[in-house]
């Protein structure tokens, strides 16, 4: 493994990628300083670390010529899998989840990290798999894929992490789908969200005498349970399932379209919005900024994500298409879901805004995704 930078590659560098997510980064700080002003900790100090911490972690990925890096995908992916089950041994519980080890007063979600490994995973196999001429991916051709993904999907679910499990699962179906799959996959996945929403309806919409005859809603904890049937009908208990969605869409209506002000939210100020600084954050900026900053702050996003393709489609090899693919899937189904939570359109699953929310194992995670966007740019014209 050699680290260095030469300098023709610099001209590839993606600043405007570069300038998109330092300028989330920098109004996530500033939002959190209002976010979490007294009497809470001010965490914006802390975040502020894990950033530097993160643009470091960046630096020392795009030393590494991202070839190492796909030798490297299988024992990243084991030992994020080994961390996983370690949780079940040594792990910390908090909200009703085993998913955190505790190293001090320092908190670490190898879930967080599980997503770049199971990518990378992902775009490996698609690299080494590909052959001339090949038709698209059947049934058959799919096991290895889909068993990189249901292990990890199905360990971070028991912790139970239903949130993260789900990130998973949609950023990695992206990158199946992706490598092209055949028309009655594409036809079976339709079909299984249709199935979705019918089980959904029978098992909370539709009026049934008691006991009711469901057919997921028996399996899940209560918690799980009560976040959909308050997404379904928010204003049925909103002291109890809706408070948390009723309350964000209060301080994010209540903002307007140019807000009430840095420090003025009142939502915020009286700490009605639960876990502000986290899942919540963007009822915070919504708040105090407006619905202009909200647009300003979607499209330092989409430049996010648009750039971040155009690295998958200008890379030089598969593997590292594949990787920036997964890293924008990544990225991107985070904020629609957590966006979606916050405006009441999706259920309440407890995933964070990346970059914007506190936390510092979310973000050293999206660093690292963004220094394989940066790296594979890079070296796109070196071999």
Known sequence: MQLRIERRMMPHVPWGLIVCVLGVCFLGIWNLASASRPPMAPVWHSQALYLAVGISAVLVVCLVD????????????????????????????????????????????????????????????????????????????????????????????????????????????????????????????????????????????????????????????????????????????????????AQSKIAVGSGGLTGKGWREGTQTGLRFLPEQHTDFIFSVWAEEHGFFSCLLLLVLYGGIFILGLGVGFSARDRFGAFVAVGVVATLFWQVFENIGMVIGLLPVTGITLPLMSYGGSSMLSVMLCIGLLVNISMRRHMF
């Open 66 to 245: 991202y070839r190492w890096i796909q030798r490297m995908a299988f024992p990243i992916y084991v030992l994020n899998i080994l961390a996983l089950l370690a949780l079940r041994v040594v792990g910390h519980t908090a909200k009703g989840a085993e998913s955190w080890f505790a190293i001090g007063p320092f908190r670490l979600q190898p879930a967080e990290f599980m997503k770049i490994g199971v990518v990378l995973m992902l775009a490996k196999v698609y690299h080494d798999d590909f052959q001339p001429n090949q038709p698209s991916y059947g049934l058959v051709r799919l096991w290895k894929p889909v068993l990189v993904v249901m292990v990890p999907f199905t360990l971070v679910l028991v912790q139970p992490d239903l949130g993260t499990a789900l990130m998973i699962f949609l950023s990695s179906g992206t990158v199946i789908l992706f490598g092209k799959v055949r028309w009655y996959l594409a036809a079976t996945i339709v079909a299984g969200v249709l199935v979705g929403g019918l089980i959904i309806w029978n098992d909370y919409v539709r009026e049934m005498p008691e006991p009711r005859s469901t057919v997921v809603r028996h399996h899940l904890k209560k918690h799980q349970s009560q976040r959909i049937s308050g997404w379904l009908d928010p204003e049925a208990d909103l002291r109890g399932s809706g408070y948390h969605a």
